[in-house]
């Protein structure tokens, strides 16, 4: 065994698996986005005409895709370049990136804007109104165009009212002014959050709708690989563990797609190695990691056991089409049809359209499942659901045992 000193020492004395851990964190922006190439490409060409058409047009795109997937550092870096590629040819852009989720009322969001352009506004006394002139004078005068992203704008739309989301939207038919020069990108996990808009707001939104799929297997190795290059002493993160972590969450492998959760598991599996004293990052580091951080899963389990019965009937609808169209998303159309029959084969009179909507509303709120809109061509656009978590055995015997119990009135939910 040995003797504290020597643990205490060699722990001081630098470490053997990390490099620079700082390059591991999740507000870290690489220098290269391996596979969101393309995304910069669609933003560029989006945001283009501000240039051919300076001050004369306003730009709105709609950044959306589940969690994880690159859409904070594909837009932060896509506005922070785009900035200095304008001043090179002397046009001046600020790109300011606010987050919905921190900063919850349009107020608040103002005083963001305000504070990035360090532009001293009286904090009390004006109304958002007002606050936004001060800002739009301030850029006139000084010749300024500005690119605004609006991150998890999910949480603003849910959460203000109407007329909030349309002043943000329809700036410029309030402001009256002559000269554009505010865009935004709006950054949604789920861009269905904007059908409970009006219509009018949801069109001026949609026009750009820029779609971030889940990563795949091979396109999180490629993500991953970098972060171990700038993070990883060289040669403690062998191939094998890479590619193990990438398979874990791979869409194509089942698996959620989120670059954010592996590269946490890359960090995670490098800490253990470190404890354990191992000069590599293995495989068997992984797998600990990796329990550790889908605890997360067996919170939402026990979300589940206080659902109703017909949410409980939905998600064994999920299931079932799961296992048969051996496909994680399912059509709503496709849901809905499955949970009748599932009713009609107990008894129970089937929840109409709109409550089975509030259902999956809900269940998206909790975690438990994720909705996207399909992309065109099957047949039209339609609402794709899924489950957050896989579809083991066991998990489908707790739906049927959840709902036997239902029906069996035996537990009442709470
Ligand atoms: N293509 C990529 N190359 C390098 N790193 C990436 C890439 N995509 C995502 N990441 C990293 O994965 C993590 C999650 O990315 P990000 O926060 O941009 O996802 P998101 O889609 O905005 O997620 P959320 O919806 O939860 O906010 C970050 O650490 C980010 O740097």
Known sequence: ???????????????????????????HVPSRLPHREEKIKELTLAF????????????????????GTGKTVTT??????????????????????????????????????????????????????????????????????AIITLD?????????????????????????????????????????????????????IMRN????????????????????????Q????????????AELYGSDKGGSGNARLAIETLEMAGKLAEVKNSALVLPEHVKEAFSKINKEASEIVDEISYLELHPLIILKALINLHNRLKTDSIP?????????????????EPRRHTQIYEYVKRMRLMGILETRQSGRGMRGRTTLISLTVPVTPEFETLITKKMRMRLDNREEPV
Do not use: W
């Open 1 to 27: 065994m040995p003797n504290i000193e020597d643990i205490i020492e060699s722990g001081l004395s630098g470490s053997n698996i990390f490099k620079r851990l700082e390059v591991l964190a999740p507000e």
């Open 48 to 67: 283009r005409d501000l240039l051919s058409n300076l001050g004369l047009t306003s730009i709105r795109v709609v950044v959306s895709g589940p969690t």
């Open 76 to 145: 932060k870096t896509f506005g922070n370049t785009f900035k200095s590629r304008l001043k090179d040819r002397g046009v001046k852009m600020e790109y300011i990136h606010l987050n919905c989720h921190k900063q919850r009322t349009l107020y608040l969001l103002t005083m963001e804007i305000a504070s990035s352009l360090k532009l001293p506004i009286p904090v009390r006394g004006l109304s958002t109104q007002e606050a936004f002139r001060i800002i739009h004078d301030y850029l006139e005068k000084r010749n300024i165009y």
């Open 152 to 204: 998890e704008f999910d949480y603003f739309v849910n959460a203000s009212s109407q007329e909030d989301v349309y002043f943000l939207v329809r700036l410029y038919d309030e402001l009256s002014s002559a000269t554009r020069r505010i865009s935004y990108i709006f950054v949604m996990r789920d861009e269905q959050n904007i059908s409970t808009l009006d219509r009018g707001i949801r069109d001026h």
């Open 209 to 232: 709708l820029i779609y971030f799929n889940p990563y795949t297997s091979l396109e999180l190795r490629d993500i991953l690989a970098d972060r171990v290059e700038d993070a990883f």
């Open 234 to 245: 060289p040669n403690v993160v062998p191939e094998e563990t890479l590619n193990f972590i």
């Open 332 to 348: 709503i159309g496709r849901l809905e049809k499955e949970y009748s029959d599932i009713c009609t084969e107990l008894g129970e």
